[in-house]
């Protein structure tokens, strides 16, 4: 079992920044593909970023490639992403997932472990 405690959230003016941080406990992270998804109110939740286990290989959505940035720390069990230059639709609640399996890095439905969310506000 992985459990998964996301930090970071808060309110943000566009075009500022804001560093997300998901720490694991119960097992090495280092062993899991992990990743940020999103869900706004009313709207379906969505894959955002996914790294590989070392960090090597990375994979963005397109409204956030260029300006969101995830990495990992396998030492510290932590998995970051940093927001920069988000924007009022970047607005959410942000989740962090793990799963060991490569295989079909957007597809939320198949991570088996995920975090409670963290809420992410971009004001205009």
């Known amino acids: 079992q992985v459990q998964l405690v996301e930090s970071g959230g808060g309110l943000v003016q566009a075009g500022g920044s804001l560093r997300l941080s998901c720490a694991a406990s119960?097992?090495?992270?280092?062993?899991?593909?992990m990743a940020w998804f999103r869900q706004a109110p009313g709207k379906e939740r969505e894959f955002v970023a996914a790294c590989s286990w070392s960090g090597g290989t990375t994979y963005y959505a397109d409204s956030v490639k260029g300006r969101f940035t995830i990495s990992r720390d396998n030492a510290k069990n932590t998995v970051y992403l940093q927001m920069n230059s988000p924007k009022p639709e970047d607005t959410a609640v942000y989740y962090c997932?793990?799963?060991?399996?490569?295989?079909?890095?957007?597809?939320?439905?198949?991570?088996?472990?995920w975090g409670q969310g963290t809420q992410v506000t971009v004001s205009s």
């Open positions: 119960g097992r090495t992270l280092s062993s899991y593909i």
């Open positions: 997932a793990a799963k060991l399996s490569l295989r079909e890095p957007m597809s939320g439905d198949k991570y088996a472990y």
